[in-house]
């Protein structure tokens, strides 16, 4: 079993930025995906941004978020950091991180095992 928690959502300005935490507890992350999904109010759970825990952490992000956010693995601290910038309104949503065993990336939320409890992010205009 592998436990995720989140930390670092809040109340940022238009244009301000944002760090996201994912600390996992239990199994390790050795071998898995680990990815950010957000679903914003009367919206669908939607894929954020992903990355392999081992080998050479390739990332993968959505289209929406491409050159805003970043994100990054600290092996040492079992941490996945989502770093957001240029924040938008429409970022605005409950920001969840997950995580699912193998290589291969999956980009819908049902394909992710493993789940932690979410983290508001609210941007204003």
């Known amino acids: 079993q592998v436990q995720l928690v989140e930390s670092g959502g809040g109340l940022v300005q238009a244009g301000g930025s944002l760090r996201l935490s994912c600390t996992a507890s239990?199994?390790?992350?050795?071998?898995?995906?680990v990815g950010w999904f957000r679903q914003a109010p009367g919206k669908e759970r939607e894929f954020v941004s992903a990355i392999h825990w081992s080998g050479d952490h390739s990332t993968y992000y959505a289209d929406s978020v491409k050159g805003r956010f970043t994100i990054s693995a600290d092996n040492a601290k079992d941490t996945v950091y989502l770093q957001m910038n240029s924040l938008k309104p429409e970022d605005t949503a409950v920001y969840y991180c997950a995580a699912r065993a193998g290589i291969v990336v999956h980009r819908e939320p049902s394909e992710y095992r493993y789940w932690g409890q979410g983290t508001q992010v609210t941007v204003s205009s």
């Open positions: 239990g199994r390790t992350f050795r071998s898995y995906v």
